[in-house]
């Protein structure tokens, strides 16, 4: 009797797509048996029993879509036979009835649209900031505002490519610009309570840098979703070729990405810090601001003065017309806790701490309007020359050659630092500077 070879074998024996190497013990084991007579031939090998991986993704594919039908409100047979889609949401009359949308979820009225470019916005207060639901709302006349919001463009194309490489969920069309503007309206609301804990002067500055938090966000989102749509996630790809080095080179870049991501985030910080501390020279302001500065701490020295004077006169500070109610009951149980004998309202270390800095502020306002009507005046040595940049605020030197080691120490040991952009060694532009400046060039 003719032995079947195994090339006659049945197709049957391999109805899944297995890797040669996934072959070659079956076949061997095979041919051993029709070798020997016996056709009782063992089980088909399952491509499960090659890839552990299968049955793991599968269950995670069942909890995902069982997790997405329990958020729509569905069971799993209700979710699959709509399409794994949820419901479709009763569509809103007016942007203006509009339900307010979670971050990172999409309007349901209307498929968002990219923004062509960026959309300004103005709001009362923080909270009433929303992204406009649609042209009527963009469109519309703004309400008298305090705070402007500009919101830039969110690639939507690359966030949707983006989802897809890392989840097996589909893209939700508008999330990415809703959790965009979700960040720039939380920043907007920073922005307004510093607003009101500043002096006015400082609300332009406090403009730009939101603005810049906007700009820079925005470019740093798109480029996030364009890194990571580069090489898709190996549970999507599958471990088969994969491409480990396009992967390492993708993962560096989404690395740098979330450094300048957290460089970013570091403008809420300036936002946070803005009008709280000393005012520069550099501000074109600064006498206006430091007149405005000198006045309340006079007008303070003043209250202090007549606090005490009414205390010391009635033993007590009840109906003192200098103070509200809050501030009385303030006072007095600052002086109940004392450790003092006999307390004051304002005790005279508060008194001779304010009176100095009032000297100091006018001894500053003098010497800032002396500079600026006499201004400074450069000069050239051997070598170079130096210059009085009034407009940056900068004593800058020139050199005609690169300095030696031992000048650029010295440079540096006097606050001067090197600016590629003016090819010139500087600092701010004051008396000292102009002093350090001459012992170098001497």
């Known amino acids: 009797m003719e032995l079947p070879t195994s090339t006659s074998l049945p197709s049957v024996f391999f109805p899944f797509d297995l890797a040669p190497l996934e072959r070659v013990p079956y076949v061997a084991e095979c041919r051993g048996l029709v070798n020997q007579g016996e056709y009782n031939l063992p089980p088909v090998p399952q491509l499960r029993d090659f890839d552990v991986e299968l049955e793991a993704y599968k269950e995670h594919v069942k ?13 799993v047979e209700e979710y699959a036979a709509n399409g794994y889609e949820p419901y479709a949401a009763p569509e809103q009359e007016t942007a203006q009835t509009a339900e307010p949308q979670e971050p990172g979820e999409p309007e349901a009225q209307e498929k968002p649209q990219e923004p062509e470019s960026p959309v300004s916005e103005k709001a009362d207060t923080p909270e009433q900031a929303e992204p406009p639901a649609g042209k009527a709302a963009q469109t519309s006349t703004p309400e008298p505002t305090e705070t402007t919001v500009t919101y830039y463009p969110i690639n939507e194309n690359a966030a949707r490519r983006a989802k897809e490489a890392i989840s097996f969920s589909d893209y939700k069309p508008g999330s990415a610009t809703a959790e965009y503007r979700h960040y720039v309206d939380e920043a907007a609301e920073i922005a307004a309570r510093q607003k009101k804990r500043v002096d006015p002067s400082f609300h332009e ?19 996030g979703y364009e890194i990571t749509a580069r090489v898709p996630s190996i549970m999507i790809a599958g471990g088969s070729n994969f491409p480990v080095r396009k992967k390492e080179k993708q993962n ?10 957290r460089e970013i985030q570091g ?4 936002i946070r810090s803005t009008g709280m501390g000393g005012i520069s020279a550099d501000d074109p302001n600064a006498v206006s601001k430091l007149e405005s500065k000198l006045a309340k701490l006079e007008a303070l020295q003043e209250t202090m003065k007549a606090v005490n004077a009414y205390y010391r006169k009635n033993k007590t500070l009840d109906g003192c017309p200098h103070l509200s109610p809050e ?21 005279s270390y508060q008194l001779s701490n304010n009176n100095a800095e009032i000297r100091r502020l006018k001894n500053r306002i003098t010497a800032l309007t002396r500079r ?13 020359r130096v210059e009085a940049n009034t407009a940056d605020n900068r004593l800058q030197i020139f050199f005609d050659e690169k300095p030696d080691k031992e000048i650029r120490e010295e ?17 701010q532009l004051n ?7 001459d012992c170098i060039k001497s």
């Open 327 to 347: 501030q009385i009951e303030k006072l007095k149980a600052s002086m109940s806790g004392s450790y003092r004998a006999n307390p004051k309202p304002f005790e």
């Open 63 to 75: 909890e995902e879509i069982a997790q997405e039908a329990a958020d729509a409100g569905m069971t």
């Open 431 to 437: 008396d000292n500077a102009i002093y350090a400046a």
């Open 205 to 223: 500055k406090i403009d730009g840098l939101l603005d810049a938090y906007a700009r820079k966000l925005a470019a740093n989102m798109n480029k």
């Open 411 to 427: 440079l540096k040991g006097n606050g001067f630092r090197y600016a590629p952009s003016t090819e010139a060694w500087q600092r």
């Open 252 to 261: 560096a870049a989404a690395d740098k990405n979330m450094e300048e991501y």
């Open 267 to 270: 403008l809420l910080d300036k």
């Open 372 to 384: 600026k009507e006499l201004g400074y005046v450069g000069w050239e040595f051997d070598g170079g």
